[in-house]
């Protein structure tokens, strides 16, 4: 197993195709993918034969970034529980300069509310800063997702501008906009030293 980092209670490891049940039972919650898909689940037949190859692949397009697993820590220290919670992304965005990725999160509603979209959000933050040269770190939600833009802010990241795109087939909310949230390694450096 290909461990990328650990924090206190989460370990986020490179993705497998065994992995195929856990990303098809995160994909078919529908309030999972309320703000992605308007709710409707990604088919097993995508997740098998396009979105795991992809995920794969990019272990080897990139040094330091990606998209992974994550998984809960036993907190007693006794032993890892391995449970599946979701996912972790830190990777370029074709939209900004390779040196800028984008931060990105899924996780099961069952772990909402629990502090992990932060834990792992600022544990990927830290590192595409100190280890990978990130310039910047980028984000974005729909407008009405209210909860992930509260990680994106207790992250440190902030609001760059709010953009209108045109969708085919829209969902609700659509008509709101998209927020861009950015932190600059300046900024990361200052939050940093207050911590």
């Given amino acids: 197993m290909d461990v990328k980092l650990e924090t206190g209670r989460l370990r986020l490891r490179q993705f497998t195709a065994d992995d195929e049940d856990n990303l098809v039972e995160l994909d078919s919650d529908p309030e999972v993918m ?112 209210a909860g992930s833009r509260a990680v994106m802010e207790k992250c440190g990241l902030r609001h760059v501008r709010t953009r209108h795109d045109e969708w085919d087939d829209p969902i609700p909310g659509t008509e709101l906009g998209e927020v861009e949230y950015a932190i600059t390694r300046e900024e990361w450096l200052v939050r940093r030293s207050c911590r």
């Fill in 34 to 145: 309320r703000y992605l898909t308007g709710g409707v689940p990604t088919p097993r037949e995508s997740i098998r034969d396009e979105v795991l190859p992809r995920l794969m692949r990019q272990y080897t397009q990139w040094t330091h970034y990606g998209l992974w697993a994550a998984e809960l820590r036993d907190t007693s220290g006794l032993r890892d529980t391995g449970e599946f919670i979701g996912w972790f992304a830190m990777r370029p965005d074709a939209r900004h300069p390779q040196d800028e990725p984008e931060l990105g999160y899924r996780l099961r509603r069952s772990v909402w509310r629990q502090g992990y979209a932060t834990e792992g959000s600022l544990a990927l933050i830290d590192d595409a800063f100190s280890v990978a040269g990130a310039s910047a770190v980028r984000a974005e939600t729909m407008f009405v997702n």
